[in-house]
C-alpha cells in the first residue's frame, strides 16, 4: 500500500523553504501515537480540532458586539476561519507548512470567553493572577476535549501547542508558521470590527483617520490585501515574520483608534454590565 504521508513528508522536505517547519522535524506528541499512513501530523492535529467540541462552540461566541441584530456580524467561527484564511495565503507565499499554519488557526481561540471581550475583561479581574484566553485555549486541547473514551486531550504536537499559547500578546512563537497565525489574528479581527461597528452604526467611515487609510487601504479587501504583501515582501527568506516599519505605525494606530472609538465605545459596552454580572 502508498503510504501518503510518507510522500507528502519527503516533498516537505524537498520543496518547503528552510525556514519551514517540516513535520519531520516535529518535536511530536505528548503521549505517543501510532503514524497515520494518509495524512501527517499537522494534518491529523487540524483535522482533531475541526471535529472538536469546542470549535463547534465558537460558532455561539461574539466578537465585540454582544447580541447583535442580523446575520452579518462576525464570531469566533467565522474569525478564526478569516484568521486561517489569510495565515495560509502568506504561509504559501513564503513557502512554509500550510498545514501546521492552518492548525493553529483553528485552534488559536478555542478557550476564549463567551461575551466577546467583555467576558475576557471581566475573568481578568476576577482570577487572582489574571486571565488571557491562550491559556485556557491549550488547556482545551490538552485537557478539556475527549476523543475517545477515557481518553482526555486532542494529544496534539507540540508546535500546534506552542502556536495557540504564544499566539497574540503572550511571547513569540517558536515557528514562523505560529508567528504569521498571531500576526493575522490582530490582521483579521481589526479589519472585521471596522467592518461590523460600521455596520452597528458605531462608527462612520469618516471617522477614520485620512492617514491610516493611505497606508492600509480603504476598503476592507484593500486592507488585508496590503498587509498580506507587506508581510509577504518583509518577510521572505527571513527567519522570522515582519511588517515595514510604515505599515507597523499605521496599523497600531488603526488599534489605538479601535480601542477609542470601538472597543469602549458607550454603545457597543452598553450590554457588558449585564454580562459581567453573568461571569
Not at 192 to 208: G, T, W, Y
Amino acid at each position: 500500500m502508498i503510504n501518503y504521508r510518507e510522500i507528502q513528508e519527503a516533498f516537505e522536505i524537498e520543496k518547503l523553504s528552510e525556514y519551514a517547519q517540516k513535520v519531520s522535524n516535529s518535536n511530536g506528541r505528548r503521549m505517543a501515537e501510532s503514524p497515520c499512513p494518509l495524512r501527517t501530523d499537522y494534518q491529523r492535529d487540524r483535522d482533531r480540532i475541526i471535529h472538536s467540541k469546542s470549535f463547534r462552540r465558537l460558532k455561539h461566541k461574539t466578537q465585540v458586539f454582544l447580541s447583535p441584530e442580523g446575520d452579518h456580524y462576525r464570531t469566533r467561527l467565522t474569525h478564526t476561519l478569516e484568521v486561517a484564511q489569510i495565515a495560509r495565503t502568506i504561509a504559501r507565499a513564503l513557502n512554509l507548512n500550510e498545514d501546521l499554519t492552518e492548525a493553529i488557526a483553528m485552534g488559536h481561540d478555542l478557550g476564549h470567553t463567551p461575551f466577546g471581550h467583555c467576558g475576557e475583561e471581566r475573568l481578568n479581574l476576577i482570577h487572582p493572577s489574571g486571565f488571557k484566553h491562550n491559556e485556557p485555549s491549550l488547556r482545551v486541547v490538552d485537557y478539556l476535549e475527549r476523543r475517545d473514551k477515557g481518553k482526555f486531550g486532542l494529544n496534539l504536537t507540540a508546535e500546534v501547542r506552542d502556536g495557540i499559547v504564544h499566539h497574540g500578546s503572550s511571547g513569540s512563537p517558536l515557528t514562523l508558521e505560529g508567528q504569521i497565525v498571531s500576526k493575522c489574528d490582530r490582521i483579521a479581527y481589526l479589519n472585521h470590527d471596522i467592518d461590523d461597528a460600521i455596520r452597528a452604526n458605531v462608527l462612520k467611515f469618516s471617522q477614520i483617520p485620512e492617514d491610516i487609510l493611505t497606508v492600509l487601504g480603504r476598503s476592507h479587501g484593500e486592507r488585508i490585501n496590503s498587509m498580506i504583501f507587506d508581510i509577504i515582501r518583509n518577510s521572505h527568506e527571513k527567519s522570522t515574520i515582519n511588517m515595514s516599519e510604515e505599515m507597523e505605525y499605521a496599523f497600531v494606530k488603526l488599534r489605538t483608534f479601535m480601542f477609542e472609538h470601538v472597543y469602549f465605545n458607550k454603545d457597543a459596552k452598553k450590554e457588558e454590565e449585564r454580562a459581567a454580572y453573568i461571569v
